[in-house]
Nanobody
Framework: QVQLVESGGGLVQPGGSLRLSCAAS????????MGWYRQAPGKQRELVAE???????NYADSVKGRFTISRGNDKNTGDLQMNSLKPEDTAVYYC???????????WGQGTQVTVSS
């Protein structure tokens, strides 16, 4: 089975940076697309950023210009570089990957990001 593991979360001050990584194991092929989602207490889970097989990316308006999603050196890893972090970015961040267009999504367990002074 495919397993996704996020890492890199933690506590950071406003204006700081974090780099989240998502590592996939157990997959026969590299992921087709990967996304990052987040869910804050009392809020719905929302898409933060996604990258498709061709490299195209989409970002939530709230993070555009501050976050960058990318494939890692290993094609079964993906990163989310988060700069200029704001308290509003505080949430549990989840990675999601699919291995074919419209394929079954796999989810990681989440990593906590807390932005606070």
């Amino acid at each position: 089975q495919v397993q996704l593991v996020e890492s890199g979360g933690g506590l950071v001050q406003p204006g700081g940076s974090l780099r989240l990584s998502c590592a996939a194991s157990g997959a026969i092929f590299s992921f087709n697309a990967m996304g990052w989602y987040r869910q804050a207490p009392g809020k719905q889970r929302e898409l933060v950023a996604e990258i498709a097989s061709g490299g195209s990316t989409n970002y939530a308006d709230s993070v555009k210009g501050r976050f960058t999603i990318s494939r890692g050196n290993d094609k079964n890893t993906g990163d989310l570089q988060m700069n200029s972090l704001k308290p509003e970015d505080t949430a549990v961040y989840y990675c999601n990957a699919v291995y074919s267009p419209g394929g079954w999504p796999y989810w990681g367990q989440g990593t906590q990001v807390t932005v606070s002074s």
